[in-house]
């Protein structure tokens, strides 16, 4: 007797499908990406710290970077784990984002550089 190696991760969702939840899903990723270069832009306009510089760009490059890790993980699975996995990591975006805005405003002083 043989065994067949069956693998737990196998995907019977079509490959349209993937493509099509990947695809709403990053929409709302580059929503939030585009929020935070709108935020960084208006924060340079003042004129930014080393530090809100630091701080501002890693508010851009974060979402980009769950959107990564979330497809890393959820790209052998059902389309609905893959659904659940993004909706999760946008999740993660939504409250780092907050943090991000409530940071900036409280602590404008270290962001912000003052002219004198």
């Known amino acids: 007797m043989t065994e067949q190696s069956t693998s737990p991760a ?56 769950v959107f990564v890790f979330a497809y890393v993980i959820g790209r052998r699975r059902r389309v609905g784990e893959l659904a659940l996995v993004l909706l999760a990591g946008l999740g993660v975006v939504a409250v780092f984002w907050l943090s991000l805005i409530g940071y900036s405003i409280l602590n404008m002083s270290d962001l912000v550089t003052v002219a004198l």
């Open 10 to 65: 196998t995907s019977a969702s079509p490959r349209w499908l993937n493509a099509l939840v990947l695809g709403v899903a990053g929409l709302f990723y580059a929503y939030a990406i585009w929020n935070a270069v709108a935020h960084l832009v208006s924060m340079a306009q003042s004129g930014l710290t080393g530090i809100g510089w630091v701080t501002l760009l890693f508010g851009v490059v974060f979402p980009a970077l």
